[in-house]
């Protein structure tokens, strides 16, 4: 966990990918130890300010600046990998476009930038169709080592937003996720569903009700069977949350947390 909206995955090979980007990325990863040239890709849940408006500078960064042996994009360099629902896609070209549309070829003309000249966006490798909306419910990607399924999830009503199950064993007959909410209301049903394969969940919580809830509201979350409790992982919470670490590890609840690690394999915390 680099911080609230951002965190790194470390693969077998070493490569390491961010879920998220928000406005604070750049300060957290340095803090980490780390730089934007030390990202192989960013998988996107969906497009809210905290989630991607770190995305802007990684793209610049990369597109412009050689360092660590990673050649910049403009030098012919690979452009870093980017993973994200078709529906999310599109919002984050329009939230990046005022800024990364404006480019120049090597002999100083306008060029028109698209999202291409910056990433590598990696299309979906299979789907399932549209379910509740008019995007398709999930959506498949594999990269070098990383198997994630990018599902449709409800956070704002009719606004793309996914949570992720992301493949923890390579072996093909083994189905075993680690889930990742995003930002997403409670589906108690489909979380008890997946549980059985799911070796930790991570999930957004927080500890105001009110009207029309966006998010993972802690007594909804406390009231999942215990099965599922102990295998989840609270995040993307309040900054009053000491306050309220005795009622969630009561509930069996674990609290994600700047700096803390988790093996994905065995849904141990090991930093």
Sequence with gaps: MLGTTCSMITLRSGHRWLIDCGRQAPDQLHDAGYCWHDIEGQIITHVHGDHVFGLEDFAFVRFFESKNG????????????????????????????PSLRYLRDDDGNRLEGTLGHYFDVLPPVHFEPPKHNPWRHAEWFVAEGLTVIARESEHVPGKPSCSLEIDVFDEPDDDRIAWWSGDCTVDAEFLKEIEPRTTIFFHDCTFVDYPGQVHGFFALLAALPERVRKKMVLMHHEDDIEQHRAQMEAADFRIALPGHAFDLETGQRIA
């Design 70 to 97: 990673v050649l910049s994009t403009r030098e012919g360099g690979r452009g870093p990998k980017l993973i994200a629902h078709g529906a999310v896609i599109e919002e984050i070209w329009q939230t990046l476009a």
